[in-house]
């Protein structure tokens, strides 16, 4: 969040006005999520603070109107304060009964409902498993509704552009999103340009759907929709200067990989198995063309991993990303890449699981496999990215790592932060430090295992270097030559050494900071990875309402920072919030036997919203 | 974009630099059981490896897990000894890093064609330049004596002790179904025979695979017996040679006779005993033909050895382009970050 405007305690003024949650649900064929991501971008280009949620089901194209053929966006906007994707719903546009069906719970109550009415006849409500048209029937009394044709309007609109009328029905999305804008008061014409640029062989749907979002837009104005007292959005005040664009957690992890590279001066080689949601990332490398990266759709998890570990064998950076099923399958190169101490960076974005589980949802519940999931002791390095912007920083500061320390690193990511988007200030890219590769090996006395003093690293000598030829391998080496050895004192050297670099990357590594609320006091509520929002949202709100409350949120799992015990010392109890059941609990617990951990612990596929860290929070406060 | 270490992109040795099999040979004790045959395959690459007149620095040996597999070790070249089934993975990625180095692939038939099937199969497909060797002597033997993927239907093993009931791989024919575009075969016992077949795997731009029968003296003694009985192997074995009539035994007194429509091959005698006419000519970039010879096996037909099939095409890197050098630069990288939609907060309108 290094890049994120520093928040400014909000007046009461800026608390009534508030930012605004919007959600848009409907068909998975419907165009939710270019309905979003276009909100997404003028929402950006008019300068609002703002978090995404894309919730979409794993059905590439489920049978139409069912409700778990459902796919639904979120986006929170407003001002600097804004760092989840928002709790309650302000706004909730559904295009079908199936959509209102699973998304009306998010609503809050009188908030504002806008259904297409033509959509909620018969067949539509029979697949939704309405028995009556809740339009009709009051059952949605406690909110404020707004039943609009919007199919038919949007026909009207679009036919005469000469379409047909089926291409003319499926612009309902920009209608939709017309009207959107218009309540929020934001410029047309970036998504006009978008629709111009994208249907460029096909004018005239471009001009359908401009004349939709344009109906949709004049409808509100006609009909002087009067927006909730709530929607009146606040620009952010204080934004950092800078050239900003928005990012998602993958865009972060793409982007970042690259800076690595540039970095280091090693050429990227990103080796992966196609996986929900982690294949984003080679999607996204692969993007950017062989020139300078190297991409390669291995045939399995395993030859992912492993052609990463050959490629830094041979002198590149090695990166394997994947999920987490294909994380377990990479467990025993894992292995291999600490025992041979090999640069690796294993992404794993993380979902719901065991087994297939949810791919598209979120979860945190592969802190365990990454922290303890090989066999034979192999400690390795662990981070978490806690947002979109900090991926691009967790990547490049796990490359460092990776190659100073000649060790694999995990960086671990989420389904929550992959699809997230937030506005991102531009790095300065000559004030990011190099990444040093020492290749200056004298051949004299050379052997594989040679050591730097400080870091414990190896040198790192490649296929092609004149006179530094050597073998490595699985089997235990010797620590003087590099040659097999099954020495049972050496082993015993070995594994220490592997553990010693641990603690030098720790000694190495930013102390534990608390980052927002109180310094000390009575809770101390802890996180790592995407709960960052959630929790420093809850926790500012808290103090300032007066209670001592701090928070703290890991990067590094493993090693962990130094100075922990010391702050927890400082708060009565340590609230540990994680979407798992307690893994970094159970995991610190044994570290700090004499400190009192309580979890707030989810594992419903979703985030934690600020409510019930709110709630949670005032339990321990009380 | 920049070039980054210059080291990859050195020449070959000078020519006046003649290397040994010694160039090639490490200090370490070699560890197989005495009589082995991978002693002897060792030292058909050492020796190809000498004549080739690549640097050692530029020669990387990688391998899996299993005898065959310790073949790194004693190999004064790069090395990297990994993990079961594997390695046509690894150096898969040390081909993409650093195209110019010569990469070899050592694994047993545990190794290629049971945990490591799948890789051996895309590293083929893909026509990766590497050189595939398999030791394949039919048995597991580093796990002590259990029956593997090319034993004998029928072999008693401490895991079969009723005898396995598992029809074997034709790695050739498996090898074939992959794509690979280079296979041959030999034996370890043909000292006079495997550094030829080796030095056209190591010559071959593309993925080489040879199968090498390997006669494992402790678990699995004999299982090769067309090879290993010189009195036998005249007229067991049928040595190809592109272009020349497939004749073979002790007096060179049978030929092949393939018949197209039926997709077989007979015997055929020839000299005194029959026309020549009526044996085929070896066309190793006959694929009709490749499938035949894989096939054919005792007790009816003599065992193929030597190229069977050699179809050269672009491999792997240059189909895709790979240019190791070429790494992105920070200049390029400002370019990345800011593609798209951006917008500027302070004195700057939207971009």
């Known amino acids: 969040m290094l890049d994120q405007p520093i928040a400014s305690r909000p007046s009461e003024t800026d608390a009534a006005q508030g930012p605004a949650v919007v959600r848009f649900a409907g068909d998975s064929g419907d165009g939710i999520q270019t309905l979003g991501s276009e909100f997404t971008k003028s929402s950006a280009l008019s300068g609002h603070g703002f978090m995404t949620f894309p919730d979409f089901p794993a059905e590439i194209r489920a049978p139409a109107g069912t409700t778990f053929g459902v796919s639904a966006f979120q986006i929170q906007i407003g001002g600097d304060r804004v760092k989840t994707h928002g709790d309650a719903v302000d706004v909730l546009v559904a295009l079908n009964p199936a959509a209102l069906k699973t998304n009306l719970a998010a609503l809050r109550p009188g908030g504002l409902l806008i259904a297409d009415r033509d959509a909620f006849a018969k067949r539509g409500l029979e697949k939704a498993g309405y028995a009556a048209n809740p339009l009709e029937d009051g059952s949605l009394d406690g909110f404020r509704l707004e039943a609009i044709e919007i199919s038919r309007l949007t026909r009207e609109a679009a036919l005469p552009e000469g379409v047909t009328k089926k291409e003319a029905e499926t612009a309902r999305n920009f209608w939709a999103l017309g009207l959107v804008y218009w309540m929020f008061s934001q410029d047309r014409a970036p ?59 993958i865009d972060g992890m793409v982007l970042g990989l690259a800076a690595a590279s540039a970095l280091s001066g090693l050429r990227l080689h ?22 300078g990266v190297a991409t390669f759709q291995a045939e399995d998890e395993i030859a992912a991993a492993t052609a990463a570990i050959g490629a830094s064998f041979a002198g590149g950076l090695g990166v394997t990303g994947t999920s987490g099923p294909g994380m377990a399958l990479k467990a025993e190169a894992l292995g291999l890449a600490t025992a041979a101490e090999l640069p690796l960076i294993v992404i794993d974005v993380q979902r719901a699981g065991p087994s297939t589980g949810m791919p598209t949802k979120v979860e945190q519940a592969d802190l365990n496999l990454a922290l303890h999931g090989r066999h034979g002791e192999a400690p390795l390095p662990v981070f978490a990215a806690s947002g979109p912007g900090d991926s691009f920083e967790t990547v490049i500061e796990a490359a460092r790592t990776a190659v100073t320390y000649m060790t694999p690193v995990i960086v671990l990511s989420d389904a929550y932060t992959a699809n997230a988007a937030e506005p991102w200030r531009l790095p300065d890219v000559d004030a990011l430090a190099d990444i040093a590769v020492d290749r200056d090996i004298d051949p004299e006395g050379f052997h594989p295992f040679r050591r730097d003093a400080e870091t414990l690293s190896r040198s790192w000598a490649v296929p092609g270097m004149t006179g530094l030829a050597h073998r490595l391998g699985g089997i235990e080496r010797s620590s003087g030559s590099g040659h097999i050895s099954y020495d049972p004192d050496n082993h015993q050297e070995m594994t220490d050494l592997r553990a010693a670099k641990l603690t030098r ?45 701090g928070h703290l949120h890991l990067r590094h799992l493993s090693p962990l920072p130094r100075g922990l015990a010391e702050i927890f010392a400082l708060y009565d109890r340590v609230v540990v919030a994680e979407l798992n059941s307690g893994q970094l609990r159970a995991h610190l617990q044994g570290l700090f036997p004499h400190v009192s951990f309580r979890g707030l612990n989810k594992i419903t596929g979703q985030p934690f919203t600020v409510a019930e860290i709110d709630a949670a929070l005032r339990e321990d406060l009380s | 974009m920049n070039v980054i270490n210059p080291d990859l ?26 009589g ?25 040996f990688i391998s899996g897990i299993g005898c065959a597999a310790r073949f790194p070790y004693y190999l004064a070249s790069y090395g990297f000894h990994t993990i079961h089934g594997r390695a046509p993975a690894v150096a898969t990625g040390v081909k993409m890093a650093n195209p110019d180095l010569d990469v070899w692939v050592v694994g047993g038939d545990g190794d290629f064609l049971s945990i490591g099937g799948n890789h051996l199969m895309h590293a083929l497909r893909r026509n990766v330049d590497l050189n595939l060797i398999m030791p394949n002597n039919a048995v597991y033997g580093l796990t002590k004596g259990q ?42 016992t043909l000292q006079d025979h495997l550094p030829g077949v080796l030095k056209a795997a190591q ?54 006779a393939v018949d197209w429509q039926t997709g077989t091959a007979r015997v055929v005698p020839v000299g005194d005993g029959g026309p020549v006419y009526d044996v085929t000519d070896h066309d190793q970039t006959n694929l009709a033909l490749a499938t035949i010879l894989a096939r054919m096996d005792a007790p009816d037909l003599p065992l193929a050895l030597g190229v069977l099939y050699h179809a050269p095409a672009d491999d792997f890197t240059v189909q895709r382009g790979d240019a190791p050098g070429r ?25």
């Not at chain 1, 990103?270 to 020139?291: E, F, R, W």
């Not at chain 2, 082995?36 to 990387?60: N, S, T, W």
């Open chain 2, 327 to 351: 790494v992105i630069g920070r200049a390029d990288l400002t370019g990345l970050l800011a593609a798209g939609k951006t917008w500027t907060v302070g004195d700057a309108d939207v971009a």
């Open chain 1, 505 to 549: 990357i720790q000694a190495a590594l930013p102390p534990a900071k608390v980052t927002a609320g109180a310094d000390a006091g009575r809770v101390l509520a802890l996180g790592w990875g995407s709960t960052q929002g959630a929790l420093k949202t809850a926790v500012e709100d808290l103090a300032a309402e007066g209670h001592a409350v």
């Open chain 2, 36 to 60: 082995c045959g991978d002693y002897a395959i060792l030292k058909a690459v050492r020796g190809v490896l000498a004549e080739a007149g690549r640097r050692p620095d530029d020669v990387v």
């Open chain 1, 191 to 249: 998504t006009a340009a978008w629709l111009k640029s994208k249907f460029a062989k096909r004018p005239e749907i471009a001009a359908a759907n401009m004349a939709a979002m344009d109906a949709g837009h004049t409808y509100g104005d006609v009909t002087d929709m009067a927006p909730p007292p709530r929607l009146r959005v606040v620009t952010p005040s204080s934004p950092r200067p800078g050239t900003y664009r928005t990012l998602t957690g």
């Open chain 1, 270 to 291: 990103y080796c992966s198995y196609p996986i929900t949601p982690a294949s984003a990332i080679l999607h996204g490398l692969a993007k950017l063309g062989g020139d």
């Open chain 2, 203 to 256: 010559a071959n731009k593309g993925a080489s695979f040879v199968e090498i029968l390997q006669n494992c003296v402790v678990f699995n003694d004999g299982a090769f017996e067309a090879v290993r009985d010189k009195g036998l192997t005249a007229d067991r074995t049928l040595r190809l040679e592109h272009g020349q009539p497939m004749i073979f035994g002790k007096d060179r007194d049978k030929g092949i």
């Open chain 2, 9 to 34: 992109a050195a020449p070959d040795t000078d020519a006046a630099t003649e290397l040994t099999a010694r160039d090639f040979t490490t200090d370490q004790e070699v560890r197989w059981c005495p």
């Open chain 2, 147 to 188: 029956y593997s993927p090319a034993s004998a239907t029928g072999m008693r093993s401490p895991s079969s002790p009723a005898g396995s009931v598992e029809a074997p791989v034709n790695a050739a024919l498996l090898a074939l179904g992959a794509g690979a575009r280079f296979i041959a075969r030999s034996a370890d």
